[in-house]
């Protein structure tokens, strides 16, 4: 039963407080090695309250689950620096002292997987200032070689978290074809500008494009004609579009554009000229932003607006 509880917690706890627990986990297993040697640096009093301290971070996310907080991650970075720093403060032998940098890689992978670039760089930055501080009022600044090189490796580490994470979030985020985003990606960037445009009191218009005859395109060509067809649509659309314009790509044919900072007689008068350099015959449809508005209400606005303009250009005389 006992088990069973504990698979359960997993899981639904997130990796990132499945991840800290690990890592505070693995100080607190440190500390007690420490006891039982008795190595450490600090007194025994102050290494049971570290390790207790990591003990219960290693167990929160297991209490908490998904309402872990990143902050509390944050802190226990912070504590795990200052105290490292008193512990290579106090001395001690040159292997206790390189047991309590060994750590730092860990801590810098960590970091760059979880959290901001700027947060991140500068936590592991301070990281290394405490404890190159802490060094230097040993006796051991011999270690400064030691120390050196696990700097490097720490901030390798740490680059390439952040490498991975930023290419993982635009794998998640980004259409594969088109480059585009994708819903995911859209759903992210619509949360932002709604509150942008609300905060400052600029209009967000958004446009929906579908493609007329992309089905026609597919069958008499081949699919392959198709997804050509929409990799140029959307290179053309950022020729012409501004930098801080979003397009996503949502269904087969189905595009989104978002357009920031923009009225609905600016957005019509683009989207008419984008059409007018396409090489591809689409329709199109405006919505802009109210106070009330959800992203589904504001895109569902878009998406009767276009499918009601296909419907009088089919209604009208040829």
Known sequence: MLLDRFASSAARSTAFARVTSLAAGVIAATGVLDLITGSANLSPAWTFLVTGIALVIAALPWLLRSRFHPAAGLVGCWLFIVVTALQIHQGGDQVQTVNNLVLYPMIGCYLGWFFRPAIARWTTA??????????????????????????????????????????????????????????????????????????????????????????????RFGHPAGDRTLVDLVARLHQSLRPSDVIARIGGDEFVILLPETSPTAAATIMERLRGKSITAWTWGLATAEPSDTQETLLGRADRDLYERKRRRLLAPD
């Open 126 to 219: 301070g990281l290394f200032a405490f404890s190159a501080a802490a060094l230097v009022t040993t006796e051991h600044r011999e270690l400064f070689t030691t120390w050196s090189n696990l700097a490097l490796g720490s901030f390798f580490c740490l680059e390439a978290a952040l490498f991975l994470r930023a290419e993982l979030d635009r794998q998640i985020r980004s259409d594969p074809l088109t480059g585009a985003f994708n819903r995911i990606g859209l759903s992210s960037q619509l949360n932002r500008e709604l509150s942008r445009a609300a905060r400052a009191g600029t209009p967000l218009t958004v446009a929906a494009i579908d493609l007329d005859g992309f089905k026609a395109i597919n069958d």
